[in-house]
C-alpha cells in the first residue's frame, strides 16, 4: 500500500491522503476508479473526488525533493509556519497547468487552507506566487537557524580540534565542586566528573604541544563541557544574534559561533581564529597547546567550517578599522554536525589587532 509521500508526490495533502490509505486506495485504483464511484462506493465529495482524480494524472514530483522540501519546512506550512493545521500539501509556486515545473524552486509546503488561500481568485487574493516564495525562503533559513543551535547546545561535534583543558578545568571547578543538587550531583559521579565525595576530578596532568590528548581523556571534557553548556543553557548567546545587539553589555556570557573562521600563526605558541561581519571582529586567541592534533594545527591556519565556544573577555574599539574588536576565550572547537548556509552575506577577513596573548 501507497504510504502519505506517494500521495504527496501528486500534490495530494496529507489530510486526503490518509482518506485515501484508510479506504485502501492507491494511485494506480484511484486511476482506475470512476469518478462516480470515488463519490458513491467511497463516499468523498464532488470537489475532492474530481481534484484526486485529476491530480494522480500528473507527472510525480521525485520523492527526494519531497523529503527535502519536508525536511527544510520541518513538515509545516512555510505561510503560517503550521500554526492553521498540521497537515500539509505540496504546491506548486507557478500553478502546475502553466507549465508543469516540478522542480525544488517551484515547489513549497503548505497547509491546506494557507494553499486555498493561494489558489483563491480576484482581490480576496492574499498569497501571490512572489509571496510565497520569499515566506519559503524565510522559513527555511529559520528551520536551519533553528536545526543548528539544537545541534550546537547539544555539542554535536565531530574531528575536535581544541580543548582548552585547563580553563575546562577551572570552569567545570567552580559550577560543580560540591553540588548541593542530588539529581544533579549523581549524574555527575555517574559521568567521572566529580568523585563520590563531591569534589571535581582534575585529570589535566599533562598535555603539552606534542598533541598527546588520549581519545579517553577527549571524550571526558567533551562529557564535562556538554554539562557546562547545559548550565549556561538559559543565557548561551549565538554570536550570529550578537551582531544585531549591543555587544559591549555581555562580556562574560558564554557563547558559540557556528561557520567559516579563518586561522593565522602567531608569536608565544598561539593562533587567531577570526572573522569580521558588519560592525563587529571576533577573535579567539587558541593555546597551540591544546589543540588536539598535527591535523587540527593545519587546519586551524587554514579558512575552516568551525564550531567554537567561548566567553566574550572584552570588546574595544579600533578607531582605525572602525570596528568593535570582540576577544574571546575558546573553550572547545570542532567541526560542526550542521552548519548555516550564510554566503554571501558574511565577510572574511585576513585583518586582525594584535593583543595580548597572556592568561588564555
Not at 280 to 297: E, G, K, L, R
Not at 299 to 323: A, P, W
Not at 352 to 358: A, L
Request: charged share 25%; proline share 2%.
Amino acid at each position: 500500500m501507497s504510504n502519505i509521500n506517494t500521495y504527496l508526490q501528486y500534490g495530494i495533502s496529507t489530510d486526503i491522503a490518509k482518506d485515501l490509505i484508510s479506504k485502501n486506495l492507491s494511485i494506480s485504483s484511484i486511476r482506475s476508479t470512476s469518478l462516480k464511484n470515488m463519490i458513491n462506493t467511497y463516499h468523498f465529495d464532488e470537489v475532492t473526488a474530481k481534484f484526486v482524480k485529476n491530480a494522480v494524472l500528473r507527472k510525480e514530483i521525485d520523492e527526494n525533493i519531497i523529503y527535502q522540501l519536508l525536511k527544510n519546512s520541518l513538515f509545516k506550512c512555510c505561510c503560517c509556519e503550521g500554526t492553521k493545521s498540521p497537515s500539509y500539501v505540496i504546491h506548486h509556486i507557478i500553478e502546475h497547468h502553466i507549465n508543469q515545473d516540478n522542480s525544488y524552486d517551484n515547489l513549497a509546503v503548505l497547509c491546506p487552507a494557507c494553499h486555498d488561500i493561494a489558489h483563491s481568485n480576484g482581490l480576496s487574493r492574499k498569497l501571490t506566487p512572489e509571496q510565497i516564495k520569499r515566506k519559503k525562503g524565510e522559513w527555511e533559513k529559520e528551520v536551519e537557524k533553528n536545526r543548528v543551535s539544537r545541534a550546537s547546545l547539544n555539542l554535536e561535534i565531530h574531528d575536535i580540534d581544541f580543548i582548552n583543558a585547563k580553563r575546562i578545568d577551572i570552569l567545570g571547578f567552580d559550577l560543580f565542586n560540591q553540588i548541593n543538587d542530588i539529581n544533579k550531583r549523581n549524574e555527575l559521579i555517574d559521568n567521572n566528573i566529580i568523585d563520590k565525595n563531591g569534589n571535581y576530578i582534575h585529570i589535566n596532568k599533562k598535555i603539552t604541544n606534542n598533541h598527546i590528548i588520549s581519545g579517553n581523556t577527549i571524550n571526558h571534557y567533551k562529557i564535562i563541557f556538554k554539562h557546562i553548556i547545559s548550565y549556561f543553557l538559559s543565557s548561551i548567546e549565538n554570536i550570529d544574534n550578537l551582531v544585531n545587539k549591543e555587544v559591549y553589555n555581555k562580556i562574560g556570557s558564554m557563547c558559540y559561533y557556528v561557520g567559516g573562521l579563518y586561522g593565522k600563526a602567531l608569536e608565544d605558541k598561539c593562533t587567531l581564529l577570526h572573522f569580521s561581519r558588519k560592525k563587529y571582529t571576533f577573535n579567539w586567541i587558541v593555546d597551540n597547546n591544546y589543540i588536539i592534533s598535527n591535523t587540527s594545527a593545519i587546519r586551524m591556519k587554514q579558512r575552516s567550517i568551525y564550531i567554537v565556544y567561548g566567553i566574550i573577555r572584552s570588546v574595544e574599539y579600533n578607531k582605525e578599522k572602525k570596528q568593535n574588536i570582540v576577544d574571546l576565550r575558546p573553550y572547545f572547537i570542532g567541526m560542526p554536525t550542521k552548519t548555516i548556509n550564510r554566503t554571501p552575506k558574511i565577510r572574511y577577513t585576513h585583518d586582525f589587532i594584535e593583543d595580548d596573548h597572556e592568561d588564555l
